[in-house]
């Protein structure tokens, strides 16, 4: 599979999932982690003004296993393994963003410096640079 292809599958993972299906949000971020022996994910859901931290209900492992794919086929691709990746996906569209980190896997996990939680969800908020 490529790339293109692996992100259009994480994307409709998310979007298939029960925990978004029928809610309405106008943004999500999913912050995975891909480690040599760890994966793992968190993120959140937007409303207006709103926030709550969010994942898949079922669709987390099928997520996982998408991103350790895309993972490797991006390795080969450019040499190097990221370790963490940022999908955010905001309405209408939706669109779907997803940035990769190469070096620090702590950049977009709460404890990365970015003070409290609702500091941090609103730093992972589709659309916030």
Known sequence: MSKDDLITDIGYAILSDPAYMNS?????????NVEPGHTS???????GDDWEGSLPDENGDDLINLAADLQ???A???????VQALVQISRPGPEIDVQFEYD???RWSIGGGKGNVEGYAMSLRPGAR
Do not use: C, F, L
């Open 41 to 47: 994910m968190n993120g959140y859901v937007y409303s």
């Open 104 to 106: 620090d896997p702590a």
């Open 76 to 82: 080969a691709e450019v040499g190097k393994r990221w």
């Open 24 to 32: 309405d949000w106008d943004g999500i971020s999913i912050v995975i």
């Open 72 to 74: 490797d086929v991006m």
